[in-house]
């Protein structure tokens, strides 16, 4: 079944924030469907924490909390069905790097968020390191990446180099990241980079999930054709970014892409994962408008395992923790993380029971806004 949405009609009103103005459109009720492998089974526990489009296939990436099965691996998805479309790939590591630094980390199960890919070159993937907290670098090597101005254990771009075809996937080179001392980031080891996105103007964001104030931030650093040429620290800087942050609870950013304005004069948007608040926002580059936010409310799919017919055909989910987002054109993918200790709150229809507590993702699906946008 094709992912469906459509839209509860409300009237459009305004927020206004402590920290920064925000528009709130009208609320999303996005009906999802069962990401499944080859032969149509429910994935099982992959743990989504990244998602790209690359040639019109989802790329998906999971972290260090999947089943064992689907740790290190890229999982190509077809945006229709949410059915794999191919073997997982492996991710490998090249032999200088396994000896290096970030041998151990590399070689043994890194905890991957997010993934997108360089928009020169589509054999390159990229992705980032969050919580490296049970690994320790040498004294060399921690005398050398110590000034991350974060956690002990630095942040990690990653480089994948990758066919044509994504038929395999090597990991290649790494930057290391150190934040401005002045944002304050705080060491938080799994609380770092959820996000990744590029632009049109050769710039890649990073989104923090919270900082030292609790706060979600955006890093930008410039990226060129020498980006991989060094393993010395990348230095990123603040975005200056103002979010949509109304308190002080915990508003993690957790998934990133970029969304062009139709009027290319315009540098466009990013599209952030607000994973707690089960909602989008729009972060206007040019920073013309304040950003939009989008309140989506999600459900799963009972059709599987009904027989009976004694569940409605979607059951709304009480945690859904959006972690992947991926634009394509007028259309944004969605892919949940199950969060292993709140996923199974979702079960009401105990048909969908085994679903919930095998901890299976959902794709969702939904078109762009014009409201979105800055009016020319």
Not at 5 to 32: D, K, M, N, Q, W
Not at 258 to 269: A, C, F, I, R, T
Not at 324 to 329: F, L, R, S
């Amino acid at each position: 079944m094709h992912v469906l949405s459509f839209i509860l009609c409300t009237s459009l009103t305004l927020l206004t924030l402590s920290l920064y103005p925000a528009a709130v459109a009208g609320e999303l009720h996005l009906r999802g469907q069962w990401l499944t492998d080859l032969s149509g089974q429910n994935l099982v526990d992959p743990q989504s924490s990244g998602l790209t489009l690359r040639h019109g296939e989802l790329i998906h990436i999971g972290d260090n909390s999947a089943a064992l099965p689907m740790r290190n691996i890229l999982l190509k998805i077809n945006p229709q069905n949410g059915q794999l479309t191919a073997a997982p790939v492996k991710l490998t590591v090249a032999e200088p790097l396994s000896k290096g630094c970030f041998g151990e980390l590399l070689t043994g199960y890194p905890d991957w968020e997010s993934l997108t890919w360089d928009r020169q070159d589509d054999t390159t993937l990229i992705t980032v390191t969050e919580d490296s907290s049970g690994y320790q670098l040498s004294p060399e090597c921690a005398a050398r990446y110590a000034d991350t101005h974060s956690t002990p254990y630095p942040t990690l771009l990653v480089k994948i180099k990758t066919d044509k075809a994504l038929t395999q996937a090597e990991i290649v080179a790494i930057r290391p990241v150190q934040f401005p001392e002045s944002a304050r980031v705080g060491s938080f080891s799994n609380d770092g980079i959820e996000g990744l996105a590029f632009d049109n103007n050769g710039n890649l964001y990073l989104a923090l999930e919270k900082n030292r104030a609790n706060a979600p931030m955006i890093f930008v650093t410039p990226y060129s054709a020498d980006f991989w040429q060094s393993d010395d620290f990348i230095k990123v800087a603040d975005s200056g970014f103002k979010l949509p942050v109304p308190d002080a609870n915990n508003h993690p950013i957790n998934g990133l892409d970029y969304l062009p304005h139709p009027d290319s004069s315009h540098p466009g948007y990013l599209v952030a994962a607000a994973r707690n608040d089960d909602q989008l926002w729009i972060i206007d580059i040019s920073q013309q408008q304040a950003p939009f936010v989008q309140q989506m409310h999600f459900y799963a799919p009972t059709y599987r395992n009904n027989a009976s017919n004694d569940c409605p055909a979607y059951e709304k989910m009480r945690n859904t923790s959006i972690e992947g987002v991926a634009v394509a054109g007028n259309q944004l993918y969605l892919i949940n993380d199950p969060w292993q200790s709140q996923y199974p709150k979702n079960i009401r229809c105990q048909a969908n029971a085994v679903n919930f507590n095998q901890f299976s993702p959902l794709l969702f699906q939904l078109n762009t806004d014009p409201r979105w946008f800055v009016q020319p």
